[in-house]
């Protein structure tokens, strides 16, 4: 099953940071949720894809540390990681979407207000 | 009385720097009359360390401090003795006259307030320099006292001259500062010491290590660039942009000193060696003579004596590194004398400047009926410059004379720098005390008058002390010449020269001198046009060079920059990237670590992979939509299928959050994508495609080979067992996760939800923000406008 799952795992990662190489930014920004989703994955898979049952205890103390479930660490870690990211996503999201308004453009080639092509030398008075 | 004293002198240590707090207050309640209140911190610190003097001539030394950062044995100590005292009752003295004369020279400035701030300020550095016991310490007030230096040059901070010349000290003996610091973690390192007061007592066999000669170039780094030794003494007359108060005080009586400091106090254990007796006299004989030199061909006063103040630290250098008991006792003798009557005269310069409105010798002439009190102290200043008797320069000259008047070629070609370099510092005294009084009034100096007490106080304090350390010489002697000579030889060294001339050598060197530079006072002009002719010829000099030094590293780092940070966020990601993919496939394949070829599973449950099929065609679907509504909605495909796939394998929890989060995403991108019209589309050429293809693939491959690596090694449960085993019974939950991040992790969950409300801070003032339409971005553009 891991195999698989790295495979899947494989085609996230492709995927997302093809994206990124990419010139617009509404496409970089695909791609920071499905890299999200990519790391997520990994995480999850490197924590072993062992139970259906989840991580969750039943009865008294002593039955409990008999159970065998799903791994929680990881778990606890993407849940984290999901929160954190999406709201990465959406302050990149707004700040593209005032980019683009200030702007005009979502080409990242023509955003170069702060680093202008024919930078000139900076005065070498004192 | 002995447990009482260190706190008292910590407390005196940080005085200056409480002052430099009240400084502005004062000044705006009092104007230029705050100065007679902010004296009173330099005169508590004399009379504190005048409390120190008979216990330290009996040979005994005072110590004191405070553990600073234990874990690395590193103290705030104090350390003084002979050397230390004299060196803090000159800064402390002669400070409290410099901020009397500092209310007078900026009277009604603005930033006079400022100005006091940063003279106690330097003062406070300057005096932690002299009295430091550990390294460290040492090299922090080192450098505290470039940075007051910095800020005190570039007082007048609208002048282009007053920067450059600020920033040129700065960056030379800051500089020399960081060679100073390797100097000492070298000997730290070597010696196992951190303290000068262990150093000194050690008597460790520094001069034997092989790591002497590194630790002899470093020192001397720090030492020859603070105390302005050709070729690095360009900054030094550079300095001279600061007001007159600056330079009477830092660059001529205490700062400029530190090297010699440096030197004399380390001459003990780096001393006595060929490099050290070699070494120091040259590039001291050969300052000395550069620096007068130069000196001549000026016609502004103040940087006719910042010349000669380079070749007297020059003459220092040479003495000290000369290292007989005679000499040492000499470069002591001189360097109180020096910074009295060259304190006094920049002084006189000032009041020269103040009282006649310019300091061109050869505008200057008549003013001694109108400022008769400057010009007595400005004659008995350039006498005792010159060596003459009855002032404390001539005590100098004759000990220098008497030490370097020794058998052997090397003594004699020193003996003969001396006497030129002694010879043309006659002339140039005199030129300053002579020049702008005598002779015919001239007609635009009319309006010249004495300026007020503040401002004559201090060249008539310092000359009236020339003049009093050597009639009672003996006193002088007990309590400073011999005690700081002893301090620099190391061993216990007595003075006895007097004002009653001895007939002998030295007397007749003094008297060839003294000839050479009357002859030489009759030809000043003549020097004067010759050096101009000459220095034209050669037009270039090192300072220049820092001109150059500059332009050659704002150029350089210009491109470095252009070529690392090209302003394309395309090539910032390929490189990213590649180096991602590189990282983790290199040593992977160097170290032979790849994983096994997986095993196909006999058994897939075909929901497993049909969520897992969906969501890849979700993935790809979103590369290759042609309009928005294809890409968000597949976004929404892989997104919901990542949800599914944490609910198969156990993940409830995941799966909510997924679910939500996706859901929520995929209404604010089709909000934002429909509002701004835009297409997903990628419209760049093929070859820009395959190359990122390429790049994405690799990357995705080594993720793919880690997390296979990872996932056939063996599985180590620790944690996860510890979580399962006392979330219960600990913290009382059934829900593993939800425990694991309300308890055992609480504190990164806090963090957490502070993540998420400063991004929904930062939304909100996002969207708040604008603009007005007037001044849009284009308004920001750094190129038009104020730079």
Known sequence: ?126 | MQSTMPSTTFMVLLLPFFAALFAPVLTRLFKHNAAWILALVPVLMFAHFCGFATQISEGEVVTGGYRWIPAFNVNFSWYIDGLSLTFALLITGIGALIVLYSGGYLKGHAQLGRFFSFILMFMGSMLGLVTSDSFLMFFVFWELTSITSFLLIGFDNKREASRRAALQALVVTGGGGLFLLAGLLLIWNVTGISEMSLLLRSGSGLSDSPYYLAIFILVLGGAFTKSAQFPLHFWLPNAMEAPTPVSAYLHSATMVKAGVYLLMRLNPVLGDTVVWQTVLPLFGGTTLIVGTLLAIRQTDLKLMLAYTTVSSLGLLVMLTGFGSEKAIEAAVLYLVAHSMFKGALFMVAGLVDHGAGTRDVRRLGGLMAAMPITFAAAIASAISMAGLPPFFGFLAKEEIYAALWEPGAWPLLLTLVAIVGNGLMFVIGFVVALKPFLGPRKQALSHAHEGPVLLWLGPVVLALASLGTALFSSLTHHLITSPMSSAVAGTPVEAHISLIPHIGMPLLLSAITVVFGIFAYRQVDRLRSTMFRLLETIGWGPDQGFDQFIRGIVRLSFRVTRIIHSGSLETYMKIIFILVALTILVPMVMFDELPNLPKMPESIVRYDLAIMIIAAIGLFSVVLAKDRLTAIVSLGIQGFAVALIFMLFGAPDLSFTQFMVETLSVVILALVMTRLKLTPTDHRPLHEKIIDIFISVAAATAFMLLLLKTVQVPFDPTLSDFFTRFSLSIAHGANIVNVILVDFRGTDTWGEIAVVMVAGLAILSLIRIRARPAEKIAANDPTDGEG
């Open chain 1, 1 to 126: 099953m891991e195999a698989l799952m790295t495979l899947l795992v494989g085609i996230f990662f492709a995927i997302a940071i093809y994206l990124f190489l990419s010139r617009h930014i509404i496409r970089i920004l695909l791609g920071v949720t499905i890299l999200g989703n990519a790391v997520n994955l990994l995480i999850f898979t490197s924590g072993r894809l062992t139970q259906e049952i989840p991580p969750i205890l039943s009865g008294n103390a002593a039955a409990a540390r008999q159970m065998v479930t799903a791994n929680p660490l990881p778990q606890a870690l993407i849940l984290t990681a999901i929160v954190i990211s999406f709201s990465f996503f959406a302050f990149l999201l707004v700040l593209a979407y005032r980019a683009y308004q200030e702007l005009e453009t979502d080409d990242i080639e023509e955003m170069r207000f702060a680093e202008p092509e024919n930078q000139q030398l900076p005065p070498l008075g004192y």
